[in-house]
């Protein structure tokens, strides 16, 4: 970052990393637009919050303050194709162009950075570490990887606090420019094999990134993963999981909708933690989140409070409709392991309940890879509604349709492969106590209108 930036620009500036990132430099009175495919209301807030930004990939449309090559950083996200005409545009005149990975990297060396990864977890886990810290007297600094209900936003500001909790993404290797101060690894089942190739390369990937933790740090990771770390001499190294672990639960107490349990720390406990979302993998996420916020100096007092006052992630595990007759929920799982956990956490809460989902399977590479898994984990409920794939940035490949994974579920279970548009009409046919929305693409487009449906079939 120079002394002469006056502009970010930036190259898919709705995504929901790259927005805070345009949030935090809006912050600074840094000139600030960008491009993004489709309006939403996360971009519309984005312009009323000063933000310049248009939905046509055009050079025409790029506002002059924007076009000077020695005032002006571009940032962009992998998720934008190679031949978009604006970032081909600005790689052809000279332009200082940095992914939001690089821009975040330059975060951790100017902070403190703690930082969450991890094939699934990793939102809730540091968006709840941020809700710890900042309700504290230590505060902190977020860029998030879900809107916190809590405050509306991906990002949290602080004038004081020299921490900033970041959700560091393996995709494309990203996490890679972070130098953190500290961080937790949630879990490491592979993912991105569109990116990696092999198993082994995603654990190496993991590998590499501990080597970047700054001496003084602490690495905080899941115990029993594959991944062996490597972390450089004076970085501390900590286990912690549900059951066991330095960081672990003790008494733990579900029922009437409610969670309760012990916090174990190295050096002893906090008694009668109580789950802000009372769902069975938070007690996990939680458990990382404290004791990032424990290491770090938060009170006893700051942690019990914080983990009641926490109220979630827009779809991560989101009740949208809970009534005596119906319950409907979102989530953003969109890998086979993520989506057992969901079903399997549901399943506690309404063990005598019949469960179905609504299922967008999410990129060609990741149905490829993974068909066999999405099936038996899809196969622990009651009723599968499948539709077709979301490509996000991918080509379709041939003989890779939903529909191998529907042929996979298991003999029995209810069933039915349909175009997303048909939602609302299945929703409205047929008969469930619970359903959850699944999955990582435009699916959550559709929610609003599911919950009037059900609103409507049940007369409330």
């Not at 500036?13 to 000139?31: P, Q």
């Not at 100017?110 to 094939?119: E, I, R, Y």
């Not at 600094?141 to 393996?170: C, H, P, Q, R």
Request: proline share 3%; hydrophobic share 35%; aromatic share 10%.
């Amino acid at each position: 970052m120079t002394d002469k930036l006056k502009s970010i620009y930036f190259v898919g500036a709705g995504g929901i990393g790259m927005s805070a990132l345009v949030r935090y430099f809006l912050s600074k009175k840094y000139n600030v637009g960008g491009y993004d495919k489709t309006p939403s209301e996360l971009t519309e807030r984005l312009i009323s919050e000063g933000a310049q930004i248009h939905y046509e990939d055009n050079v025409e449309a790029i506002p002059e303050c924007f076009k000077q090559v020695d005032s002006t950083l571009v940032v962009y996200t992998p998720a934008i194709p190679n031949e978009h005409t604006e970032l081909t545009y600005f790689r052809q005149n000279g332009f200082e162009i940095q992914k939001r990975a690089q821009v975040l990297g330059f975060l951790t060396q100017a902070h403190k950075g703690l930082c969450v990864a991890g094939t699934h977890g990793k939102t809730t886990t540091s968006t709840m570490a941020a809700h710890l810290l900042h309700q504290s007297h230590l505060d902190c600094n977020a860029f998030l990887g879900g809107i916190s209900k809590n405050y509306g936003t991906n990002y949290i500001l602080s004038d004081e606090s020299d921490f900033v909790v970041i959700e560091a993404d393996e995709f494309d290797r990203s996490f890679h420019w972070l130098r953190p101060f500290m961080t937790v690894i949630t879990a490491t089942d592979p993912d991105h094999l569109d990116i990696y190739g092999t198993k082994e390369a995603y654990l190496e990937s993991f590998r590499h990134y501990t080597t970047l933790i700054q001496p003084g740090g602490a690495l905080i990771i899941h115990k029993g993963l594959e991944m062996k770390p490597d972390v450089q001499e004076g970085v501390r190294t900590y286990e912690y999981s549900r059951n066991e672990g330095d960081f672990h639960a003790e008494n733990i107490r579900i029922g009437g909708g409610e969670i309760f349990f012990d916090f174990i720390t190295p050096e002893g406990s906090i008694k009668d933690i109580q789950l802000g979302v009372p769902v069975s993998i938070n007690i996990e996420n939680g458990i990382a989140a404290m004791a990032l916020a424990w290491i770090n100096g938060a009170t006893e007092e700051e942690i019990r409070e914080g983990m009641k006052t926490f109220r979630g992630v827009d779809r991560r595990f989101d009740f949208k409709l809970k009534t005596d007759e119906i319950v409907f929920l979102s989530d953003y799982a969109h890998h086979p392991n993520e989506i057992e956990q969901s079903i399997k956490s549901v399943r506690e809460l309404y063990a005598d309940k019949k469960i179905a989902a609504v299922f967008q399977p999410h990129l060609y590479t990741r149905t490829r890879d993974f068909y066999h898994e999405f099936a038996n984990s899809l196969s622990l409920l009651d009723e599968v509604i499948l539709c077709d794939i979301y490509p996000a940035r991918e080509q379709p490949i041939p003989g890779i349709t939903s529909q191998i994974i529907f042929d996979n579920l298991r003999p029995g279970i209810e069933k039915y492969l349909i175009h997303k548009e048909e939602i609302l009409d299945y929703v409205g046919k047929t008969d469930f106590d619970v359903l959850i929305s699944l999955g990582a693409g435009d699916i959550e487009n559709y929610v609003g209108d599911i919950v009037k449906a059900l609103e409507k079939k049940y007369n409330k």
